[in-house]
């Protein structure tokens, strides 16, 4: 399952997958519902247990019905929290609970056997040991949720990791764990394919001297990376990133070469850089470098802000010949051909030093040896049509302008300023003087129906006739 933060200008979601978004808990509200779970737990005698929380919230009196799965507890010695029945289902959500520690070992382990996924997120947990705890006695945890938890300055000891070691999607998001506690992570966790380490403030990157070769997914926006130096440390620390997600960080360039990029991410698929910093048309074309992109998000840059929309779309498409899914939106095969077509004109007349190139990757010359210099678009001018008619009234003649993109409802409007009378009481006949010999004039009924349909061009005739109200007496019965 993937997850995907930000696109754009909030710090809310976690790329692309709904069903692990609904386990990550994650809000940017964190501090203030921090305190509230701390004001709440500060009354409280005793820390409450993750062994407390989960008795009280699954227990027969939540669910009657036995949703679930049956687990029988041992009885337990008098004034145990523990109840005798409970059920649990294999993802335990247990978030905002103010949990601060683990509690019987036992208890978790018979609880937990057959446990998948525990999303712990929004709790008070403080210590990796009483993580430790928990961890080591759900045997086939799968997914760990830990974010909003105040781990900022707590390291995890090497001896502690152990237990991590079927964990395989794992989320730290605003918890300001160290790079030494991830790579501690990475390092016992052999089968990890998807990490999150969003809202960490982390401004560089300490670089593991052990790689990750099994992580596929690492989402670390809305910190502060700038250097481009820092974000290729990713690529030497997990060789089989397949998707990097660094959106919300203020990434200034994309500054390697193409040799380089090939060596750092040979695996690299998918790369969302929304809101970051690059300025110049030449990092986008250095992501061709990439050899397996075919996802990109590069929304919000300040390189593409004098542009319109069609137009980015339109120059990005044709400088980025491999992406097969831009900003979301699958890219068709017409699609790339207009954008081509688009930025050969776009460029075709400007200096040769304005037109978006470098020395490696010559694109312009490119797509002029394909298409060849190609002629500059007609002009369509599709603003309203008017057209000047005489319309007739009696023995009054006016010379009148008409918006053809307006109804016959409207003209009467029109017409009801010019002579001074109710619209309900005129019809109204359009008389072509080329063919009213052979048709004669034709009434404007239809009071929705646009002039333009009826061909009325410069110097055809409207005719203005009073409504005759038909009247009925018993004199002429």
């Known amino acids: 399952m993937k997850c995907s933060c930000p696109e754009g200008g909030g710090k809310k979601n976690v790329i692309g997958c709904a069903a692990v978004e609904k386990r990550l808990s994650f809000a940017p509200l964190a501090t203030s519902k921090r305190a509230e779970i701390m004001d709440q737990s500060s009354d409280e005698e005793e820390p409450r247990t993750f062994v407390q929380v989960l008795s009280d919230k699954y227990n027969t009196e939540n669910f009657p019905y036995g949703q679930g799965i049956g687990v029988v507890v041992l009885p337990s010695p008098p004034g145990s929290p523990v109840k005798d ?25 018979t609880f937990c056997a057959h446990v998948i996924e525990l999303d712990l997120s929004y709790n008070e947990l403080h210590d990796w040991a009483e993580i430790c705890t928990i961890v080591s006695n759900i045997p086939h ?5 830990l974010s909003m938890n105040p781990l900022s300055g707590v390291e995890l000891e090497p001896c502690m990791a152990e237990v991590f070691t079927r964990v395989r999607r794992l989320v730290l998001i605003n918890t300001h764990v160290s790079w030494d506690t991830v790579h501690t992570l990475t390092r016992n966790t052999p089968e990890l394919v998807e990490l999150f380490l969003c809202l960490n403030d982390y401004d560089a990157v300490s670089q593991s001297r052990t790689a990750c070769p099994s992580l596929r997914l690492l989402q670390i926006t809305d910190n502060h990376l700038r250097d481009w130096a820092e974000v290729r440390k990713f690529g030497l620390m997990y060789p089989s990133l397949s998707t990097l997600v660094l959106a919300n960080n203020s990434v200034e360039r994309v500054g390697d070469t193409r040799e380089a990029l090939q060596r750092l991410f040979p695996n690299l698929r998918s790369i969302n850089l929304n809101n970051s910093g690059l300025s110049k048309w030449e990092d986008i ?23 319109t929309t069609q137009e980015r779309r339109s120059l990005l498409l044709a400088q980025l010949p491999n992406v097969l899914v831009l900003n979301g939106g699958a890219v068709s095969d017409s699609e790339r051909e207009d954008a081509e077509r688009f930025f050969i004109r776009y460029y075709q007349d400007c200096p040769e030093q304005e037109r978006p190139e470098s020395h490696s990757l010559p694109r312009y010359h490119e797509l002029v040896s394909k298409y060849g210099q190609l002629a500059p678009l007609a002009d369509v001018d599709l603003s309203p049509r008017c057209t000047m008619v005489d319309v007739r009234w009696g023995d009054r003649v006016e010379a009148v302008s ?37 048709f004669g004039p034709e009434e404007l009924k239809c009071g929705c129906r646009a002039l333009h349909s009826y061909s009325i061009r410069d110097g055809d005739e409207i005719l203005v006739v009073p409504k005759v109200k038909s009247r009925c007496s018993s004199s002429d019965l």
């Not at 074309?285 to 542009?307: C, D, I, S, T």
């Open 402 to 438: 008409l918006r053809l993109e307006q109804t016959v409802g409207d003209l009467k409007k029109q017409l009801r300023a010019l002579l001074q009378l109710p619209a309900n009481s005129i019809r109204l006949f359009y008389i072509n003087r080329e063919m009213c010999s052979m």
């Open 141 to 145: 945890l799968d997914f760990l949720n």
């Open 285 to 307: 074309e250095r992501l061709n470098f990439l050899p397996k992109l075919q996802e990109l998000k590069v929304k919000g840059l300040p390189l593409l802000q004098p542009y």
């Open 85 to 109: 029945r409970l059920f649990l289902p294999s993802v335990l959500v247990l978030n905002e609970c103010g949990i601060k520690k683990a509690g019987n070992r036992s208890d978790i382990a």
